[in-house]
């Protein structure tokens, strides 16, 4: 695969920017090889700068639920930027993508926009303090809530843990307040919140974790965690980032049938441009500025652009029924990999939760802890990884990561990535 014009310009990026990229995952590192520089996407493809064509599972690591460049998203955003790209002001946009959020969300009675997922995370932290008058923080291993200091914690071995740092500069202090717990272990974190519940105002959690492989909660360990929420008095955050609009229109929490007291979101919401939010009852969003004593702000938040591209997101997905769509999608892929993953049992583990998915390479039966996702051969992902790439698949550049249908990918995208995926492990395995 000739990629000359990408090489050309990592080479001149690592001179400008970190390890030449925006966000650590893209650079490649965990597969190997170089970065590829994306020219356009559209629906399910992108090409690179040197002319080579994928189909694409990344879908900008989410966001992407109707593909790329979606002609009635495009034509959204090409029309609203005439009128300009930001006023700093209240615009009818934000009004109402947070109609069509609290809409789908009963957990949800009033939202706030800011410009990422990690900014919505930091922002319901502060919430959750200020509301509850406590300060620690429960988390869990395996869960990943964006790269805000205090969420930057080492995950313990064993039973719960309280935090150290996991990222260089992020200081002890920072962290002093945050307890890791072992995900789908709902004794030790039982044994934490009994003791410390005095202390404790949330726990944070992915309901379905996509940031260390695609971690299946063990049935019932989400309603069990709510339980116990509930029985101490503790607030519960779902970070659904990911899973927001992408598992249901109410996310994880109507897939699952279990509410959040705060919700972060992102990705989906901003149809591919810079957007996260946060919501709750009225009763605990009402305690941010300005109507209350948590301070939070953003010059870009509510971007009329980027909620115009929510706006027109969240209604092409119900327009079309995306999730009948992309749930038979998955049911395809699976069906058409199951002979491949017959073959190469106890070496190739393929997990899916309707349109999410991943490639594990271990001999596990199933993923449902951060140690089941650290027995994996991430070598083996990479050249897994090459293997597709030669065959005109994208999927995302790290066997940590998940990958994601859009409504986009065709019957014959699907086809063609099960045979590249055949090929690519026979040659692996061979
Ligand atoms: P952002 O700040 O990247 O918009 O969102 C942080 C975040 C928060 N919560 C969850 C559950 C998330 O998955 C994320 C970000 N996801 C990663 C990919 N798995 C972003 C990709 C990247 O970091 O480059």
């Given at each position: 695969m000739n990629i000359e014009k990408s090489r050309k310009l990592f080479k001149k990026a690592q001179r400008l920017m970190p390890g030449g990229v925006s966000s650590p995952v893209r650079a490649f590192?965990?597969?190997?090889?170089?970065?590829?520089?994306i020219k356009k996407g559209q629906g399910s493809r992108m090409q690179d700068e040197d002319g080579n064509d994928f189909i694409d599972y990344c879908m900008s690591w989410g966001p992407l639920i109707l593909g790329h460049a979606d002609p009635d998203v495009i034509g959204a955003i090409r029309k609203a930027a005439r009128f300009g790209t930001s006023f700093g002001t209240s615009s009818k946009h934000e009004v109402q993508l947070a109609k069509l959020i609290t809409d789908r969300f009963p957990s949800i009675g009033m939202v706030r926009f800011v410009n990422s997922g990690t900014e919505a995370v930091m922002s319901a932290i502060r919430l959750a303090r200020g509301y509850a008058g406590k300060e620690k923080i429960i988390k869990f291993d395996g869960c990943y809530?964006?790269?805000?200091?205090?969420?930057?914690?080492?995950?313990?071995?064993?039973?719960?843990?309280?935090?150290?740092?996991?990222?260089?500069?992020v200081t002890a202090g920072a962290v002093r307040d945050t307890i890791v717990a072992p995900f789908n272990d709902i004794a030790a974190l039982s044994e934490i919140i009994e003791k410390e519940h005095a202390s404790i105002a949330a726990v944070i959690m992915e309901p379905i974790p996509c940031n260390y492989g695609l971690i299946m909660p063990k049935d019932g360990f989400i309603r069990e965690v709510r339980a116990l929420c509930d029985r101490y008095r503790v607030l519960l955050i779902m970070d659904e980032v990911i899973t927001g609009l992408r598992l249901a229109p109410g996310g994880a929490q109507e897939y699952f049938g279990v509410k959040a007291d705060i919700t972060t979101l992102g990705k989906i919401i901003g149809g591919g441009l810079p957007v996260g939010a946060y919501g709750a009852s009225r009763k605990i969003m009402e305690r941010i500025s300005p109507t209350g004593k948590v301070y939070q702000a953003g010059t870009l938040s509510g971007n009329p652009l980027a909620m115009t591209a929510g706006i027109h997101t969240l209604k092409k997905i119900e327009k079309i029924d995306a999730y009948q769509i992309l749930n038979e999608k998955g049911r395809l892929f699976e069906t058409l990999l199951k002979p491949t993953l017959d073959r190469y049992r106890g070496r190739v583990l393929f997990s899916r939760l309707e349109s999410i998915f991943a490639f594990n390479f271990t001999s596990a039966a199933s993923i449902d802890s951060l140690n089941a996702i650290r027995s994996c051969d991430m070598n083996a992902f990479a050249a897994f990884h090459r293997g597709m790439l030669e065959r005109g698949i994208y999927l995302s550049p790290s066997g940590y990561e998940v990958g994601f249908l859009s409504t986009a990918h065709t019957e014959d995208d699907i086809a063609h990535t099960a045979r590249a995926a055949a090929d690519t492990l026979e040659q692996i395995f061979q």
């Open positions: 590192r965990a597969v190997g090889g170089e970065p590829l520089y809530h964006g790269h805000g200091d205090q969420m930057l914690v080492a995950a313990g071995s064993g039973l719960a843990t309280f935090g150290t740092p996991d990222s260089a500069g």
